[in-house]
């Protein structure tokens, strides 16, 4: 069973850092079996789509991230914790959004929400100027 839970998000002003947390510390997934996971990060506007932002291989040697947060968003991983990170600096406000961590098994890194077979509840993130 994967449980994911995201954390850290908050009201900030523009040109602001926020780092998100998404642990699978709850449910039954092992420590080894979360660092075989792929791992994505994912995000919904009021009134828009759920749009992908970034993703991690499970070897962490391979991400990707949306064209919008490139340079300013970085995704990692402490596998031994079971955690994910999103590191995100000079934010703007239409960065704000409810952001979702996702997983799955396969491995690799995706911009498609279909390849996810596991959601977070979301983090909300506002970004005031």
């Known amino acids: 069973q994967v449980q994911l839970e995201e954390s850290g998000g908050g009201l900030v002003q523009a040109g602001d850092s926020l780092r998100l947390s998404c642990a699978a510390s709850?449910?039954?997934?092992?420590?080894?079996?979360?660092?075989?996971?792929?791992m994505g990060w994912f995000r919904q506007a009021p009134g828009k789509e759920r749009e992908f932002v970034a993703a991690?291989?499970?070897?962490?040697?391979?991400?990707l991230y949306a064209d919008l947060v490139k340079g300013r968003f970085t995704i990692s991983r402490e596998n031994a914790k079971k955690t994910v990170y999103l590191q995100m600096d000079s934010l703007k406000p239409e960065d704000t959004a409810v952001y979702y961590c996702?997983?799955?098994?396969?491995?690799?890194?995706?911009?498609?929400?279909?390849?996810?077979?596991?959601w977070g509840q979301g983090t909300q993130v506002t970004v005031f100027s």
């Open positions: 709850k449910g039954t997934l092992s420590t080894y079996s979360f660092s075989t996971y792929g």
């Open positions: 991690t291989a499970w070897a962490d040697d391979s991400t």
């Open positions: 996702a997983a799955h098994p396969w491995g690799g890194d995706s911009r498609s929400q279909r390849d996810y077979d596991y």
